[in-house]
């Protein structure tokens, strides 16, 4: 291999900064993040560029903001718009022409259809929002195989709601998984991702590989999505209720910014209720961490794990009821960008392990610190920075604060546009009519005092 490392790059998706192990207010069951963190480096002070899927991906893969990528919103695959712009490079777009073999499993949501962009070598394909036509869906392909007929829509691999006639607070009981586990479209995208690993194992070229999953996301109101065992695996009665789960002094931002379209207000649901998503959701985790597992087991059973750069982070939080408020929205509270990250760089780049960094870093510096840990040079339009110092132990800051920006959940429809600024002490929040935040972090962390 050389100089050039391989990289892995794992993306979960909604998931808070919090579920990590030893920062998590839940004994979260979470042992591979935790070994990978013992590894390299935990960025507890990591953020978004964006707090909604397709811009904040758009972002992780090219190192850009969303107004330079015009990626502002999720795209509608009733539509077909395809408005990724040509002359935004993603990660395989830089890494390939030098002999990286680019490979990409599992949840896409970028607007391409069923082009992978860059990712050539290897791809599986899963949600109808990805692929041109079902033909390309591989997790439909399989479910099908073993008699369960699916759409494409990843809620379709749930069963439909069940009624709990004996209570009528609590109409639905939730759902549950159609496949099981080694079925699952996550399990099947993540033992691909593997056997990529494997193939790779005798190559003389290195390789970057993004592997993405759907989960911990929510579908809906319902929070007990992962396969079993993990659908049931915290007791509700075992979970915590957010301090600011009935916060007065957010109703006149909710109501300014008309986000009740996708965010879902907590005061529906009871104490119980709400332990109850939050333990579901964290279930939803701890599969993310067994998916990551697998991935590893790959590339430690290969032999290829110290010669590899692994980062596992997410697209961007969920606000699982602090602030009255469940899913995401037109918000910046820190639920809802700040994101986890923890980056392995290859143990020739670094022998530092364990580090906990408490600097500031955003989803932009990603694209920069794959490059230069390959030996790259970043182009000049990239506004990220390499965080290969910081990862080994270095205490030195790369940015003063970190920016974030929101348009709008989709390109039709109501806009939302908002900016962030955060430093070490403060927050600054900007809207066009609605209310404008600041928060002093450090005299009120909850961010309750605006």
Known sequence: MGSRPNIVLFIS?????????????????????????????????????????????ASILSGLFPHQTGVVANYQSKLRQRNFPDDAALIADYLRPSGYQCAYTGKWHLPTGSDRRGFKDFVTRTGIQDVDDMADDDAVRFARKVGIEVEGGYHEYLTRHKRNLGDPDNPVCGRTTKLPLAFHPSTLHAQQAAHFIRTMQTDDNPFLLVYSCIEPHPMSTNYDIAPCPFDKMYDPQDMYLPQTLRDPGVLSIMRSRNIGNKITPADAF????????????????????????????????????????????????EMLGDHRMFQKGSIMFEQMIRIPLVIKPPRAASDAAGVRVRHLVSHADLVPTMLRCCGQDVPGQLPGFDLG??????????????????????????????????????????????????????????????
């Open 13 to 57: 998706d909604q998931q808070r900064a919090d579920t990590l192990p030893g920062v998590s207010p839940v004994n979260v069951r979470a042992p591979h993040v935790a070994w990978l963190a013992q590894q390299g480096a935990q960025f507890e002070q990591a953020f978004c560029t964006v707090p909604i899927c397709c811009p904040a991906r």
């Open 389 to 450: 110092d910081l990862g080994a132990g270095q205490d030195k800051p790369v940015r003063e604060g970190v920016a974030v920006e929101y348009y709008a959940r989709f390109p039709e429809g109501h806009h939302n546009p908002l900016r962030a600024w955060r430093t070490r002490s403060w927050k600054y929040v900007e809207t066009i009519g609605g209310v404008d935040e600041l928060y002093n972090l450090e005299q009120d962390p909850l961010e309750t005092r605006n």
């Open 270 to 317: 009871t104490d119980d209720q709400v332990r109850a998503k939050i333990a579901g959701y964290y279930g939803a985790v701890s599969y993310v961490d067994h998916l990551l597992g697998i991935i590893l087991e790959a590339l430690i059973s290969t032999d290829q794990l110290d010669d590899t750069l692994v980062i596992f982070t997410s697209d961007h939080g």
